[in-house]
């Protein structure tokens, strides 16, 4: 049973758009979030994060929306670039899980110039 | 300089071998971790040690120890290995147990039991 959902396996977008990554989840206990990003042969790298407590976390190019209600969050990238070409994972813990990450399946975006 | 190191990056054995992965990690973190990525591609923990000691040990067969020597390294041992073995294992660490917040992972080990 996956608590942590990518609907989309692969999202294709022109270089200078915006990218829309989506998650959705099904454990209410989640209340912290994050993004991780992931070329070819390296393992996952930290990109952005949300609190429960909060409903968007911004970071450059990076933007994380968190809608609790429908639990629901996003990544949002502006400018896209096609360095951003990647597997993009999310992923949600809950408080006192002891580090248990929970991750999604992935995204794969490919960022066409 | 690397953040957190595994060796080797690939392991091709044979079923009923018994094969290590070794993980490093520079960063001074007292949390370390054993994930495997399946041919489905989900990430799933396996394993976390917290300052040497077993912190989360999911549901994993006892052919899998994880070994932790000092709070740097957590090595993964993995006895009379299975077809069903076969997966990238990353390694991962981070400041913080009580939550799973960015955590910084190793480059994966590529294991191929035929």
């Known amino acids: 049973d996956q608590q942590v959902k990518q609907n989309s396996p692969s999202l294709s977008v022109q270089e200078g758009r915006i990218s829309i990554l989506n998650c959705d989840y099904t454990?209410?206990?989640?209340?912290?979030f994050l993004w991780y990003k992931k070329y070819p042969a390296e393992g996952p790298t930290f990109l952005i994060s949300?609190?429960?407590?909060?409903d968007k976390n911004e970071d450059g190019r990076f933007t994380v929306f968190l809608n609790k209600s429908a639990k629901h969050l996003s990544l949002h990238i502006v400018p896209s670039q096609p360095g951003d070409s990647a597997v993009y994972f999310c992923a949600a813990s809950a408080w006192g899980s002891q580090g248990n990450l929970i991750f999604g399946k992935g995204t794969k975006l490919s960022v066409k110039p | 300089d690397t953040a957190v190191s595994q060796t080797p990056k690939y392991l091709v054995t044979q079923m009923g071998n018994d094969k290590s992965i070794k993980c490093e990690q520079n960063?001074?973190?007292?949390?370390m971790y054993w994930y495997k990525q399946d041919s489905k591609k989900f990430l799933k923990i396996m394993f976390s040690y917290n300052n040497k000691e077993l912190i989360i040990n999911e549901t994993v067969p006892n052919r899998f120890s994880p070994k932790s020597p000092d709070k740097a390294h957590l090595n993964l041992h993995i006895n009379s290995l299975e077809l069903g073995d076969s997966a990238v294992y990353f390694c991962?660490?981070?400041?913080?147990?009580?939550?799973?917040?960015?955590?910084?992972f190793g480059p994966g080990t590529r294991l191929t039991v035929t």
């Open positions: 991962a660490s981070s400041q913080a147990w009580d939550r799973g917040g960015e955590q910084y």
């Open positions: 960063l001074g973190h007292d949390t």
């Open positions: 949300i609190s429960s407590i909060k």
């Open positions: 454990n209410s206990m989640f209340d912290y």
